[in-house]
């Protein structure tokens, strides 16, 4: 056997260690698992055959160390940037509130090639397609040329993300009767991002308030949360907006009743002298729900001209409907998922958004599905006795069992210290800044020294000593030192935040007093509260 050879037995036999009678009286029992060495082009695997309950299950690890499952079909792989594409719109929904809640403002300069004759047309072309009320007015026209300029880099990526939500939403809408266009009303919502979480506590893809969302059969609970989940609060959406427009037989008041709330609009009509048109009573809505509208219909007319406008659809290497689901007949953990099936944890939350503590809970009564792309449905469904056996040995095997470790008692306080920041305190403790963002009801990512925040740890961590946290760097410094940064020609909030870690947008407009985005070149922002 040669050297290779023997290193790749030598890690095998570790890989598989956990699951093999202990060692007695000096001497390891015989057992009839077996570990089989089998040479293929991958390179050396491990085959260990683990009884559980009397049954042999078999599980392949290679020499890399992870669990290579058998599939019934041949998998691919496909570009990670697309993955952190849909990830990245986390960070677009404030800039979207904004739009909506502030409009374009008095002192922008558009920059633009769209004459008004040239809007008109095209603002009617699309009004004899819709059963939306689309006219041109001022308004309408700042907001469609406010996106074309200050929200360009927003709509270019919401026309990416867009391949991956869109078919779904059309399903669903088109099973409800609905407008297909109400789709586009998902980007003011949230700039398709189901995480996106309001001031006010609304939540999702399509912005659920919790009571609104029981209403509509959205589940909330310790461990899962329906208005994350894509599918469902679809569903709800629909379901809501349908019941919206029986009351007002107008879809321009459904959208607004579905932003303020029917009260609201009713008290707007009255306010008006009874009109019935969005634009007649729209001087009597709430602000946010003024800018919602034409919002909506910015976005609309956006993605039917966008090659007029020189905007272009990033090809998805996989939309929405390249993924499948299977229903899940135990409690499972991404940790296991991502470990068996090969797929990243991050990956897995960004598929299944409802789970709210990275686990599949198994609930009397009660269906939860794990959604999977479809090159490892197969891989799931093929060994699915196998995975389940693997999950109950390693959670029997815990001090505890799972659900346990996450109850209330199992939480700590953490003690925020000079040189924090979340995505550190995160890794430290094995959880999602968003995680600690939502247990915390944080609405920035920023944080102040002594402050305290619960945390549910998901993994093993040592307490630091005193002197570790002295040595601490100031939390007036980002990652590379640096205090100040210089704006450049082509410079934005989104790119300044990319080059410092654990600096966001709201960071540096928070701290350098900027509302809007417009940067001029030579300006000094500040990277740091340094008055802290």
């Not at 029986?246 to 009255?270: E, H, M, Q, T």
């Not at 001087?283 to 090659?307: C, H, K, S």
């Not at 095997?397 to 470790?405: G, I, N, T």
Request: hydrophobic residues 35%; proline residues 4%; aromatic residues 10%.
């Amino acid at each position: 056997m040669n050297q290779r050879l023997k290193i790749a037995v030598f890690a095998a036999m570790l890989s598989v260690a956990p699951y093999l009678s202990a060692q007695q009286d000096g001497k390891q029992e015989e057992e009839k698992d077996s570990i089989m060495l089998q040479e293929e082009e991958e390179g050396v695997v491990a085959v260990s055959n683990i009884k559980i309950d009397g049954q042999l299950m078999a599980l392949e690890t290679h020499e890399d160390g992870k669990f290579k499952l058998r599939d019934l079909e041949e998998a691919w792989r496909y570009d990670s940037l697309w993955l952190n594409e849909l990830h990245s719109n986390a960070e677009l929904f404030s800039d979207m509130l904004l739009e909506v809640q502030n409009g374009p403002g008095q002192d922008s300069i558009f920059v633009v090639d769209l004459p008004t004759d040239t809007l008109k047309a095209r603002l009617a072309r699309m009004n004899e397609k819709t059963p939306f009320n689309i006219t041109y007015n001022s308004s309408l026209e700042s907001v469609i040329k406010s996106f074309l300029t200050r929200r360009r880099d927003l709509m270019q990526r919401m026309m990416t993300a867009s391949q991956f939500y869109f078919p779904l939403f059309e399903q669903e809408l088109d099973n409800q009767n609905i407008p297909l266009e109400i789709k586009y009303l998902a980007i003011v919502e949230s700039a398709l991002n189901p995480k996106a979480m309001s001031r006010v506590g609304a939540k999702g893809l399509w912005q659920f308030m919790y009571s609104t969302g029981k209403m509509y059969g959205l589940d909330v609970s310790s461990y899962v949360d329906e208005r994350h989940d894509p599918i469902m609060a679809t569903k709800a959406a629909s379901k809501y907006l349908s019941r919206l427009y029986d009351i007002f037989g107008d879809w321009d008041l459904a959208l607004a009743a579905y932003n303020s709330g029917p009260g609201n609009v009713n008290k707007a009509i009255r306010r008006s002298g009874g009109y019935e048109n969005y634009w007649n009573i729209r001087p009597f809505l709430p602000r946010e729900t003024a800018g919602y509208l034409p919002a909506f219909l910015a976005t609309m007319y956006i993605f039917e001209y966008a090659e007029e406008h020189g905007l272009q659809y990033k090809k998805a290497e996989r939309p929405y409907f390249e993924t499948d689901t299977i229903h899940v007949k135990n409690l499972i953990t991404f940790d296991q998922i991502s470990k068996l099936v090969d797929i990243s944890t991050e990956e897995l939350e960004m598929l299944n958004p409802a789970y709210k503590l990275n686990i599949i809970p198994k609930v009397e009564g009660k269906n939860y599905a794990l959604r999977l792309p479809t090159s490892k449905i197969g891989k799931f469904v093929a060994n699915e006795e196998e995975i389940y056996a693997f999950v109950k040995k390693e959670l029997d095997s815990l001090e505890k069992p799972l659900p346990s470790m996450i109850t209330a008692q199992d939480q700590i306080r953490y003690r925020v210290k000079s040189g924090d920041y979340l995505g550190k305190i995160a890794e430290r403790y094995g959880v999602g800044v968003s995680q600690i963002k939502r247990w915390n009801g944080l609405r920035s990512n920023n944080l102040r020294v002594g402050q305290r925040l619960t945390i549910f740890p998901r993994k093993p961590y040592v307490a630091e000593t005193s002197s570790k946290s002295s040595a601490s760097k100031s939390s007036n410094t980002v990652a590379n030192g640096a205090k100040v940064h210089t704006v450049q020609s082509g410079d934005s909030l989104w790119t300044i935040s990319k080059k410092y870690p654990g600096v966001t947008i709201e960071n540096l407009r928070e701290w350098n007093g900027i509302s809007g985005n417009n940067l001029k070149p030579g300006t000094k922002l500040k990277l740091c509260d340094c008055s802290s």
